[in-house]
């Protein structure tokens, strides 16, 4: 019993772990053979710094002191077909997951060890290579703050040039398993909450951008894929499709939730191409029919019951004044270029009358929100800016030339006013 005791005090010793880092450095290739012996020697490693970072000050010197980290790049490095990927991840990750202190943590993130570890070539064929991966970025993403963000990219002048623990992980931001998109969604989040300019700078514009193009596509196809569920002619129990359509529609609720947190973070230009690609790619094509009353399918094929869902829903879960006003106002566009449509057929009065009663139901609307008992937060609709917008479309100087709607420029101008 004493020489168990004896052994588990020493196992954390300072002298024990020189003596496994010396083991680990002796190491010149890892393959089938020594591959059991290299994943013992990692877990110990990690064990005795986790142990060290919260206990013995001096284990962490030492762990400085070797750049052990480097001996963990070097054994991806050196490894053949050892499927030795999966357990340095996981053992990282721990480690990473549980230091405590920010000298830890800032040295961890220092000399591009970290960045060496993400960059590595891996072959995410085999196995679970790619959740331990994944849950790896992660953990990395849990210690970012605005003095640590800074050794994870590489910055030519004040540009952002390089980022790879957000260009990696967008790799697999439409993977199959859902354990991993969540994953992502939650590390991706992560580094939106670091409010770093350059940073947002990065993320903002193309190639990075398209990560939000891409995320509101795969919505529009679900919201399509939603379409097909709902008037399916193909025989199953009513059980079963309503099954069906909730599970789909959970899907697409899931997603609206994550729009609703980025934008919660409320950086300008952020909030400004998640709701332009929203806008360009999803609420004006695939609700077009809200707009276009009198077609049966919008030009992407979806039904009007499917697209009132979707609209309602988008405002009712990612909400937002910008959103809000989005929407109200490519519907009222729409309006104003019908009414103008009939001033210049020479349908004058009857578009002038259709404009005023407009403005006396908004002018309504207007007072029934100001001045009712939830008016508190009634500013997200502007009604005030789309009165103003709307008289000046109807009032008498103005001249409607009668050239076709340019959808992308009524989708930029929404923008620039809202932001």
């Known amino acids: 019993m004493w020489r168990s005791l004896w052994r588990s005090i020493d196992r954390f010793s300072l002298q024990h772990f020189k003596y496994v880092i010396t083991e680990l450095q002796q190491?010149?290739?890892?393959?089938?053979?020594?591959?059991?012996?290299?994943?013992?020697?990692?877990?110990?490693?990690?064990?005795?710094?986790?142990?060290?970072?919260?206990?013995?000050?001096l284990i962490f010197e030492c762990f400085m002191e070797y750049q052990v980290l480097a001996e963990f790049v070097q054994v991806?490095?050196?490894s053949t077909s050892s499927r030795i990927e999966a357990p340095l991840l996981q053992y990282l990750s721990i480690m990473i997951q549980n230091m405590d202190s920010e000298r830890a943590i800032y040295y961890c993130l220092s000399n591009d060890y970290i960045n060496n570890i993400i960059a590595h070539q891996y072959n995410f064929e085999a196995g679970?290579?790619?959740?331990?991966?994944?849950?790896?970025?992660?953990?990395?993403?849990?210690?970012?703050?605005?003095?640590?963000?800074?050794?994870?990219?590489?910055?030519?002048?004040?540009?952002?040039?390089?980022?790879?623990?957000?260009?990696?992980?967008?790799?697999?931001?439409?993977?199959?398993?859902?354990?991993?998109?969540?994953?992502?969604?939650?590390?991706?989040?992560?580094?939106?909450n670091v409010s770093d300019d350059l940073v947002y700078q990065f993320i903002t514009t193309p190639p990075a951008s398209k990560y939000f193009s891409d995320l509101?596509?795969?919505?529009?196809?679900?919201?399509?894929?939603?379409?097909?569920?709902?008037?399916?002619?193909?025989?199953?129990?009513?059980?079963?499709?309503c099954k069906d359509i909730f599970?789909?529609?959970?899907?697409?609720?899931?997603?609206?939730?994550?729009?609703?947190?980025?934008?919660?973070?409320?950086?300008?230009?952020?909030?400004?191409?998640?709701?332009?690609?929203?806008?360009?790619?999803?609420?004006?094509?695939?609700l077009l029919l809200?707009?276009?009353?009198?077609?049966?399918?919008?030009?992407?094929?979806?039904?009007?019951?499917?697209s009132l869902y979707i609209v309602s829903r988008l405002l009712q879960v990612v909400g937002g004044k910008h959103l809000i006003n989005a929407v109200a106002g490519l519907h009222l566009y729409h309006y104003i270029i019908l009414s103008k449509t009939d001033a210049t057929n020479g349908d004058i009065a009857d578009s002038t009358a259709n404009a005023s009663a407009l403005l006396r139901l908004l002018n309504d609307i207007n007072f029934k929100v100001c001045s009712g008992p939830d008016a508190e937060g009634a500013e997200d609709i502007n009604i005030n800016y789309l009165l103003e917008h709307l008289n000046e479309h109807t009032s008498s100087n103005y001249h409607f030339d009668g050239s076709p709607r340019d959808d992308n420029i009524c989708i930029e101008r929404l923008v620039c006013f809202l932001f």
């Open 290 to 306: 809200l707009l276009q009353l009198g077609e049966n399918k919008s030009s992407y094929n979806i039904s009007a019951v499917t």
């Open 247 to 286: 599970l789909e529609a959970d899907k697409i609720i899931d997603d609206l939730y994550y729009f609703k947190d980025i934008l919660s973070v409320g950086e300008s230009r952020l909030c400004r191409v998640v709701t332009q690609s929203l806008l360009s790619l999803l609420i004006f094509p695939l």
């Open 216 to 241: 509101v596509s795969s919505l529009r196809e679900q919201c399509l894929h939603l379409d097909t569920l709902v008037h399916s002619t193909e025989e199953k129990s009513t059980h079963q499709k």
């Open 76 to 78: 991806l490095k050196i």
């Open 27 to 57: 190491i010149k290739v890892v393959n089938k053979q020594n591959r059991e012996a290299v994943i013992d020697l990692l877990q110990t490693i990690v064990e005795i710094v986790t142990y060290g970072d919260r206990q013995d000050p």
């Open 128 to 192: 679970d290579l790619a959740l331990y991966y994944v849950s790896f970025l992660r953990a990395v993403s849990s210690k970012i703050n605005r003095d640590t963000l800074c050794l994870l990219v590489k910055v030519h002048g004040d540009v952002v040039v390089s980022f790879p623990l957000y260009t990696e992980a967008l790799k697999f931001a439409q993977h199959g398993e859902k354990m991993i998109q969540t994953a992502i969604r939650a590390l991706s989040l992560n580094i939106y």
